[in-house]
C-alpha cells in the first residue's frame, strides 16, 4: 500500500485525535510532503511518506529545557531535538494510520521523556523493567514480613529428643 499527500493529511488527523486532547494538525495543506502535529507544550511529532509513499518517515521534537549547573541532567528529549523512525507499508495491507500510530506509541512518544542514548535503545523498558522488579522485591519483603509476624503468634515447634528418636529404633 503506498500513501500520497491526501492520505498523509488524513492520517496525520486520525493520529491527532487518537492522541487526544491537545495535539492539533498545524497545517491544514501538507507541507513539501510533510504533516506536522503540535502540543500546546512544545511537543512535536511529523509524518513524510517518502520513496514514492512505500515508506513513512516518522520524527518527534522534544521540548525540554537543559539541565542547569545545580540540576542533574535530564532523561527526557531536549528542546529543538529530534528523534527519527519509519514505517515500512510495502506489502501490508494494514490501515497506514494504524500502523504509524503503533509506531509512534511504542517507539517514538516515549522517547519524549526518556530520551534514547543510540538507535535501538529503549530506556523507557529499562524503567518498566526497573519499576516492575522493584515492585516484585517490595511486595517479597512484605510477604517475609507477614509471614515472620504470623510465625511469632503459633507456639514454636519443639525439637525431638535425640535419646527418645534412638530409643524408638532399637525398640
Known amino acids: 500500500m503506498l500513501i500520497n ?24 495543506a501538507i507541507a513539501h510532503g510533510a504533516a506536522h502535529i503540535e502540543y500546546p507544550d512544545g511537543r512535536a511529532l511529523g509524518i513524510r ?21 545545580d540540576e542533574p541532567p535530564t532523561l527526557r ?14 506489502g501490508t495491507e494494514a490501515d497506514p494510520a494504524d500502523l504509524i500510530l503503533e509506531k509512534l506509541t511504542n517507539d517514538l512518544l516515549p522517547a519524549f521523556e526518556f530520551k534514547p542514548h543510540y538507535v535501538g535503545h529503549r530506556p523507557w523498558e529499562d524503567a ?13 519483603d512484605r510477604r517475609r514480613n507477614d509471614d515472620e ?21 532399637r525398640g
Open 49 to 69: 511518506p517518502i520513496f514514492g509513499g512505500a515508506i513513512v518517515q516518522l520524527w518527534i521534537i522534544g521540548n525540554a529545557k537543559p539541565a542547569g549547573e
Open 128 to 140: 518498566f523493567n526497573n519499576a516492575l522488579a522493584d515492585a516484585i522485591a517490595e511486595q517479597g
Open 149 to 169: 509476624g504470623k510465625a511469632g503468634d503459633e507456639p514454636p515447634l519443639a525439637e525431638p529428643r535425640p535419646d527418645l528418636a534412638l530409643s524408638s529404633r
Open 5 to 28: 499527500d491526501e492520505a498523509t493529511r488524513q492520517v496525520a488527523e486520525t493520529i491527532g485525535n487518537a492522541l487526544g486532547v491537545g495535539f492539533t494538525l498545524r497545517n491544514a
Open 77 to 90: 528529549l531536549l528542546e529543538g531535538h529530534l528523534y527519527h523512525a519509519a514505517v515500512s507499508l510495502i
